[in-house]
């Protein structure tokens, strides 16, 4: 090979390298750009809405301005935390039985399955099955078949990352604890399942923030309440309900008021998350995460 | 102070492979014995068969006896017992890596329910400085992880921790093969102090390992046990020729 | 097979001792001959083997400590290498007997030709025997051989008891050919020294094959009736 030759190859090689680094730096700017043109389009039009009556007013009568979203942010508490009630415990539950009790079994096969369609079934097809089987028989619509719906659509995220990162806790760590003799119970929950804890619980806040945004499950489950209400028994307003509502109604006032709705659910997610991860990372030495 | 182990027509099978064939052998109390043997001989599944660890498998069987003192394992008592009082040290040090140090020896107690703090103290210290780790470590038990310590520490971590729930017999599955020679003496140095309070039982890939640390020698073949002397016989003149063959390394 | 190296330095090694047995045995054969027919130019053939038995002592020590250090050899390798050494000493030993007996016929030659009531020619064979007998018993790992060898070690002991008493008294009674006598004492006791040699060279035969510790067998049997008798 001539030193010519050699010349020319690197030369081009140093070219192929400088593209593709181009070409990923422009990938992430096409990840990177819209999000942060969402934020930037929701402050500019919800800011200038945002006052103390935001959030602590309830919705003004149809037609009239002034007024807040405090019923919705309320409602939006209540529903997520009775989804979280729901979802987590039984999405880390299955995920424990998937990576600690059943590998390998057709029970956990048909488990994954079953989540994995589960995932795929459209928010407005739950928001309609909590309808036909909680909302129906009880006769009325509550917070109670909301928070159901949107805990059912957790479950499967949750369990699936539960087990993988469960999975990932290598098995020599299970070994040592089975070999201090430790019943097996005690090994899975004290020393894998806290060893994966980091990983669970980004599990957890994934589900999480996707159904904070949720609308479509709710028109026919908490359908929405004009007034302040946390009973859990009775229709209940939530932010993503509010903001369809008023984005879709006829009135300026209310459309302002959904930006504003929108750029505050937006901060609430991010917030919740960031609470979440400060908190569970000081009490953590080190883990999968 | 330790026990010996009897074992008496030990078969194993993992399905339908049978991994051990008529096992028969006496491990001496308070000594320490090597199982030597080429991969896949059953070595490992036979020293996990003396404290039930075989069983996490699902597929894996077992029928013969195991008697640790006067203790028939198998018949007796439950795994969760026997592993109490045989303790058990893996090939790569795996100390667990959301506990301090502190945490990772009294891990094998707090789990069980003790809770006493002085007491845990004093236990921890001692298994600290049985495993020779003690001093390297004073400082910062409650501020390091297990998993932040060096390779040979962590291993001798994991020792202190087998050691802190006082079992008579210590296992332990090729403990210096991940390690440095530096660390490797150091172990070997460890279980020659250890023999006096233990019974150990320690399976090694390294011959000259075996020739250091034990007694006895026991060398394994396809599943069988061929030779089981003292290490001086099975190292200057074995009885078998298929243990010479092994250990002069003319094995094909 | 696997350690293909290692077992090649082995064959190595036993080949490198043979070849110094060779040259031992040659040496002792030619210390003898000159001593039958009295020619000093056999005489000089012996010293200068020495120069070559003493070279190969070296190497061969060498080697051998090398496959020690880098091969840990283990059980009848070990063994093996053991025996070599020692072997390798004895030979040494025994080219070191030959230069001596050479020497004594050098000294010899000077004097005037004498009858002296020993069979030095019957102690050479006996001994070139043994010698013969305990490295073929090395070639073929032939442990009954290398024991039959020691059987004989008895036979060159008396011998050379009986030596020593007659030549003494030669020595008290006809001083005029006291040299003589002392000459054929001295290699009356290097030929007893070339069967112990021998002797050693078959114990270590033995300890290589069977790994048993045969040597001093003659004082333990001894101690061994003595106890017995005691008893």
Known sequence: ??????????????????????LAILATMLVVVPLVAIFVY????????????????????????????????????????????????????????LAEFGRGTKLANAIRFTADVLNGVPSIVMGLAAYSLIVVPQGHFSAFSGGVALGIMMIPTVARTSEEMLLMVPDPIREAALGLGLPNWRSVLSITVKTASPGIITGCMLAFARIAGETAPLIFTALGNAFWSTNPNQPIEALPLQIWVYATGPYEDQHRLAWAGALVLIALIVIAVSLVRYVTSRGVLKGVS | MGVGIE????????????????????IPANHATALIGPSGC???????????????????????????????IYNEAKP?????????????????????????????????????????????????????????????????SGASLSGGQQQRLCIARALAVDPEVLLMDEPASALDPVSTSKIEDLIFQLKSQYTIV??????????????????????????????????????????????????? | MTRIRFQQSLDQLKEDLLVMAGLAEQAIQRAIEAYRVRDLSICDLVSRSEVAINRLERDIDQSALDLLAMEQPMAIDLRFILSVIKINADLERVGDAAKSISERVRNMEQMAAVELPVDIPRMATLSAEMVRKSLQSFIDADTELARAVLTMDDAVDTMNRAAYKSLTKVMEEQSHIAPQALNALMISRALERVADHATNIAEDVIFWIEGSDVRHHKSVMAQKKAAEAGG
């Not at chain 1, 039009?45 to 602590?56: P, Q």
């Not at chain 1, 309830?58 to 009775?82: D, Q, R, T, Y």
């Not at chain 2, 190292?235 to 094909?252: H, M």
Request: net charge positive; aromatic share 8%; glycine share 10%.
């Open chain 1, 1 to 22: 090979m001539t030193r010519e030759g050699t010349s020319f190859r690197s030369a081009w090689r140093a070219i192929t390298d400088h593209a593709v680094t181009g």
């Open chain 1, 42 to 97: 929701l402050l500019i039009k919800g800011a200038s809405s945002l006052n103390l009556d935001f959030f602590i007013k309830n919705p003004a009568p149809e037609g009239e301005s002034g007024g807040g979203m405090a019923n919705a942010i309320v409602g939006s508490g209540v529903l997520l935390g009775i989804a979280s009630a729901i979802g987590v415990p039984i999405g880390i539950g299955a995920g424990i039985y």
């Open chain 2, 7 to 26: 074992v008496k027509n030990l078969n194993a099978w993992y399905g339908t492979n049978h991994t051990l064939q008529d096992i028969n052998l006496n």
């Open chain 2, 42 to 72: 059953g070595k490992s599944t036979f020293v996990r068969c003396l404290n039930r660890m075989h069983e996490t498998n699902p597929i894996a069987r077992v029928t013969g006896t195991v008697r640790i003192g006067d203790l028939d």
């Open chain 2, 80 to 144: 969760v017992e026997i592993r109490r009082r045989v303790g058990m040290v893996f090939q790569r040090p795996n100390p667990f890596p959301t506990m301090s140090i502190y945490e990772n020896v009294a891990s094998g107690l707090k789990l069980n329910g003790y809770s006493n703090r002085r007491v845990l103290d004093e236990i921890v210290e001692r298994s600290l400085k049985n495993s020779a780790l003690w001093d390297e470590v004073k400082d910062d038990l409650k501020s390091k």
């Open chain 2, 202 to 252: 320690i399976v090694t890939h390294n011959m000259q390992q075996a020739a250091r640390v034990a007694e006895k020698t026991g060398f394994f073949l396809n599943g069988r046990m061929v030779e089981f002397d003292t290490t001086h016989k099975i190292f200057t003149n074995p009885s078998d020729k298929r243990t010479e063959d092994y250990i002069t390394g003319r094995f094909g």
